[in-house]
């Protein structure tokens, strides 16, 4: 066992956390969840695994933020389990990186690039004073990892490019260590190049953690994740790679009649 | 420059001065994080439910003889209990919060307008209490000035990268395991206290001025939430002394005078900034968009 810790390469300290840790990454047993109303969700079942990268795919309402936010613990079922390393959402959080849609961040507000990606840092110190210095090493760290340099941490966060903003985001989703990154339409108002370079980076983060994104457009995504989960009222998970022709079809059918009204996403979802 | 001798010679001049430095820190501080988190409103409304407060300390000082109360205690107990009242109405009531803390504003306004007019004496009080008295200011009144300083002060420091994320993405604190609702009342009771330091400089009508002018002159020369706040003290300082000496020699009110002059410095600076953007050359990165 010695020479078998010795084999390996250098742990990081997300590996030792998880070390031994059978539980799948993010758990759901027969679950249904409505806001007074109708089910936004019905009878959900699904199983990530450790080392998993899936895309949450679906129409516009079809329940797809309303699942993001069960497996981060900011809404309760109704009925049935949710489960992430285990443990209830809530008490994982410090396990889970988050990257929301940048657009709904306030640009107008006066944040560096320091000062974003520090925010990932609060949950690993005590509740008042300035930020330690080894957090501050961490935050560069993680924004060189993510090409960008030195000079990038005193700009102004609005003076970015969406793509390097999302970057910004996914850094401070990243200062924290966590096993398991969730980011919500990661790609939406990026152009094709930095849509790509970003999934790109995804595919290098997803050597050490688990991914689940929420997408709009399966055909670029199902290239990149291992499984796909369709969301629309209920759930259903598929290998990215054995994705038949029909149900492939079938998503982009309804994907296509959900973004032919949003004209941030013109002509994405056709075949 | 006749304000500059009488500065020297008299006491009540060195106070309203003294009052208005120790004010501008505070808002320059608070300022900034009512504007970035675009809550005007709501300090507004904190600013005008402190009229009910004063004028019931007021009443029973005059009516019931009681001495040891002084209105800017009243100013402080309605400024805190108001900031509860609308912190929880704007975290609970979401879809009903214009029309709630509306009606807050205006309900502390009519407690006050009441126990003031079943006062005996003038309306004097009224006017000082809606339009600022600076030059009444006590030195019992800046001792408790510059205690409240220091306590916003050091809220502010202690607090500051909490204040920060909270205020910039608060779904995201929440989801880092910060206590996302306490940190807004704290806040807005932060608001609450300068909004009682700053009414005594410009009275209870005028805050919501006040408070926002030198963020918004500041924003155009800063990039982060402390070089805003430091510059926004930096203005707030120059605005109230400024507005001070200026109203001595023609005998104008003075929290009047300072908001004009906040007012036409934030117009200049506006307008200078559109000119300026409107004769730079085209930015190339428009050319770039596809």
Redesign the interface.
């Known amino acids: 066992m010695f020479t078998n810790r010795l084999n390996r390469k250098p742990k990081t300290p997300s590996e030792a956390k998880t070390a031994g840790d059978s539980s799948p990454v993010v758990f759901m047993e027969n679950l249904s969840f409505s806001y007074d109303g109708p089910p936004v969700l019905e009878d959900v079942s699904l199983a990530i695994s450790k080392g998993d990268f899936v895309s949450i795919v679906g129409p516009n309402g079809g329940g797809k933020s309303t699942l993001l936010k069960l497996v981060l613990g900011l809404i309760y079922p109704g009925q049935g389990t949710v489960r992430v390393f285990g443990l209830p959402p809530a008490l994982a959080r410090n396990r889970i990186g988050y990257v929301p849609q940048h657009a709904h961040l306030d640009l107008q507000f006066p944040v560096s690039v320091m000062d974003v990606v520090l925010m990932g840092r609060l949950g690993h110190r005590r509740t008042f004073g300035p930020y330690r210095s080894s957090d501050k090493d961490q935050a560069e760290a993680v924004l060189r990892e993510l090409g960008l340099d030195r000079d990038y941490a005193h700009r102004h966060f609005s003076a970015l490019s969406g793509g390097q903003r999302q970057r910004v985001l996914i850094a401070r989703a990243l200062v924290s260590d966590p096993d398991l990154l969730l980011l919500d339409e990661p790609t939406a108002n990026l152009d094709v190049v930095s849509e790509h370079e970003l999934y790109e980076l995804l595919r290098l983060l997803n050597r050490r953690l688990s991914i689940v994104l929420v997408s709009h457009d399966l055909s670029f995504v199902s290239k990149y994740v291992h499984y796909v989960v369709y969301v629309k009222r209920t759930v259903r998970m598929r290998s990215a790679s054995t994705l038949t022709h029909e149900a492939a079809h079938e998503i982009l059918e309804s994907e296509h009649r959900s973004v032919h009204h949003n004209p941030r996403y013109p002509g994405k979802g056709t075949p | 420059m006749e304000f500059l001798s009488d500065l020297q010679e008299h006491a009540f001049l060195q106070y309203a001065l003294l009052t208005g430095l120790l004010a501008s820190i505070a808002c320059g501080m608070v300022g ?1 994080y009512v504007v ?1 988190r ?1 809550i005007s409103y709501l300090a507004g409304a904190i600013a005008h439910c402190v009229l009910g407060g004063m004028g019931a300390v007021r009443y029973l000082q005059v009516v019931y003889q009681w001495q040891a109360l002084k209105p800017l205690h009243g100013a402080l107990f309605a400024a805190l209990l108001a900031a509860l009242i609308i912190g929880l109405v704007s975290l609970r009531a979401k879809e009903r919060e214009d029309t709630v803390i509306g009606a807050l504003w205006a309900v502390g306004m009519a407690v006050g307008i009441i126990f003031i007019s079943r006062t005996p004496g003038y309306g004097q009080d009224l006017m000082s209490y809606l339009f600022g008295s600076i030059l009444m200011v006590t030195p019992e009144d800046i001792w408790l000035i510059a205690g409240l300083d220091a306590l916003i002060v050091g809220l502010v420091l ?5 204040f ?2 909270v ?3 608060e ?8 206590r996302v609702e306490f940190y807004y009342l704290l806040l807005l009771g932060i608001t609450a206290l300068t909004v009682v330091l700053l009414l005594t400089v410009v009275g209870i009508v005028m805050v919501i001025a006040l408070l926002p002018l030198p963020v918004a002159v500041a ?1 155009r020369f ?4 402390w ?2 706040m430091a510059l926004s003290a930096l203005f707030s300082a120059l605005f109230t002394t400024a507005g001070l000496a200026l109203s001595y020699s023609p005998d104008l009110p003075a929290g009047a005078t300072i908001i004009v002059l906040a007012g036409a410095v934030y117009l200049l600076v506006t307008i200078g900034f559109f000119f300026s953007r409107r004769l730079r050359p085209p930015q190339p990165a428009l050319a770039k968009k ?1």
Do not use: I, P, V, W
């Open positions: 900034t970035a675009r202690l607090f500051y990268n909490q920060l994320a205020c910039f993405d779904e995201f604190s929440r989801l880092r395991g910060l924003s800063s990039k982060t939430l070089q805003m596809q």
